[in-house]
């Protein structure tokens, strides 16, 4: 299976920071990259799927970029309802794997 | 709009058996592949199971082969997730999803708020 390492863990920010996130793979994934927001008790929402394309509804603060195997979720102005956890997919292959996420805190 | 809604969870002891239900709703169910994905306490993602639009192709991850089957009823809008042979492991909140249309994709646009399975003695 491909491994996906997401870091960091967990951050501090506050509103109106820049936040970025990154996800390496333990192989190349040809872009095949999603990233889903998830709040405490809630089901995740897919951000952006194709490594950089911004799903439907999702506001243009948040941006995805990268290629082979290292990936970066960027959200450039941090708003009070962007506080929760961040997840990485690969769908390269069937087996889709998931990073292990990365908690956004208030600091 | 597009509803999954799982359920059938509860506790049961080490060993024993669950079925896991997620109805769906808002779109045709039968044109999609679905997925069930599951989450530790405190912990990441991680997928389980995936089936084809008619249930003729399925996958499992390595740790649940052999134990979980995933099926569907397409006349009923309803994939379940038969769990068998559970440990304290398998302790989750388990979600299906809908797989998106593109093809050669295999993430996932759309999820139920996920039903909680919780195996202890």
């Known amino acids: 299976d491909i491994q996906m390492t997401q870091s960091p863990s967990s951050l501090s920010a506050s509103v109106g920071d820049r936040v970025t996130i990154t996800c390496r793979a333990s192989?190349?994934?040809?872009?095949?990259l999603a990233w889903y927001q998830q709040k405490p008790g809630k089901a995740p929402k897919l951000l952006l799927y194709?490594?950089?394309r911004l799903e439907s509804g999702v506001p243009s603060r948040f941006s995805g970029s990268g290629s082979g195997t290292d990936y970066t979720l960027t959200i450039s102005s941090l708003q009070p309802e962007d506080f929760a956890t961040y997840h990485c997919?690969?769908?390269?292959?069937?087996?889709?794997?998931f990073g292990g996420g990365t908690k956004v805190e208030i600091k | 709009e597009v509803q999954l809604v799982e359920s059938g969870g509860g506790l049961v002891q080490p060993g024993g058996s669950l079925r896991l239900s997620c109805a769906a709703s808002?779109?045709?169910?039968?044109?999609?592949?679905m997925h069930w994905v599951r989450q530790a306490p405190g912990k990441g993602l991680v997928w389980v199971s995936r089936i084809k639009t008619d249930g003729t192709d399925t996958i499992y991850a390595d740790s649940v082969k052999g134990r979980f089957t995933i099926s569907r009823d397409n006349a009923k809008n309803a994939l379940y997730l038969q769990l068998n042979s559970l440990r304290a492991e398998d302790t989750a909140v388990y979600y299906c999803s809908r797989e998106t249309s593109y093809s050669g994709s295999y993430f996932s646009d759309s999820w139920g708020q996920g039903t909680l399975v919780t195996v202890s003695s």
């Open positions: 192989q190349g994934i040809s872009n095949s």
């Open positions: 194709g490594a950089s």
């Open positions: 808002g779109f045709t169910f039968s044109r999609y592949w």
């Open positions: 997919q690969q769908y390269y292959s069937t087996t889709v794997t």
